[in-house]
């Protein structure tokens, strides 16, 4: 019990010792799920430059490509940290885990599509804009999707098919994209082209598989 005549600065070491006990009996719980969710919109942050860069804003734009990438991967990587901690999670730690890797591939995958574009020297068009502009829309309902597994699971699984439904969509866009391509008479252009659609379909594959391990979480709390 604490004396009215106790000087502050003994309250204060008291206060202090308190709550290093109640620690030790009460470990702090990580808030994966909101981890979880700073990675995801920090990869929706490096999606939306990658969209920029997509419609022709060069340089600037990459690099913000790049720079979202490094902080996203630094925010799974405090995921991880917390999970290594945690004693109980509110969903699998498996299925946090996986989750966490798949959004993580998405930027990854998307800034490899910008690195390769710089390489070949290759100039994004309308084709790339458009499946671009999918990409992103995928990105947001991921994100939207991880921030409600827990709060509320059937809208995560509404956003999870509306991820799956954008990257059908860049599937779309590359079928028409790679129609009018081959009657190009420029083989260079052909060649180069081929290669960076299929990049943007390697994206689209990457959201399709976040999207498919968000609904088997869901499934999973059911």
């Not at 890797?101 to 574009?117: K, L, Q, T």
């Not at 458009?130 to 990105?139: E, R």
Request: hydrophobic share 45%; charged share 25%; net charge neutral.
């Amino acid at each position: 019990m604490t004396s009215p005549d106790e000087p502050p600065a003994n309250r204060a070491a008291r206060s202090v010792h308190r709550r290093r006990l109640s620690r030790l009996f009460l470990p702090v719980v990580p808030d994966v799920i909101g981890l979880l969710g700073s990675q995801a919109k920090l990869s929706v942050d490096g999606m939306v430059s990658f969209e920029s860069w997509s419609r022709g804003a060069g340089g600037v734009a990459a690099d913000a490509v790049r720079s979202a990438q490094h902080d996203a991967y630094d925010a799974r990587r405090r995921l991880l940290e917390a999970l290594q901690s945690a004693l109980s999670t509110p969903i699998d730690q498996e299925d946090l885990f996986v989750i966490s890797e798949r959004i993580d591939r998405v930027v990854v995958r998307a800034r490899n599509v910008v690195r390769e574009g710089e390489v070949l020297g290759w100039e994004p068009d309308g084709h790339a804009a458009a499946m671009s502009g999918h990409l992103t829309a995928g990105a947001r309902a991921v994100a939207s999707a991880a921030a409600l597994l827990v709060k509320d699971p059937q809208e995560a699984g509404r956003q999870a098919d509306l991820a799956s439904e954008a990257a059908y969509e860049v599937e779309r866009c590359y079928r028409v994209a790679m129609g009018k391509l081959v009657t190009s008479e420029d083989l260079r252009k052909v060649l180069i082209g081929q290669d960076m659609y299929r990049r943007y379909i390697v994206v689209a594959e990457a959201v399709a598989a976040v999207a498919d391990r968000l609904w088997a979480a869901v499934l999973r709390g059911a």
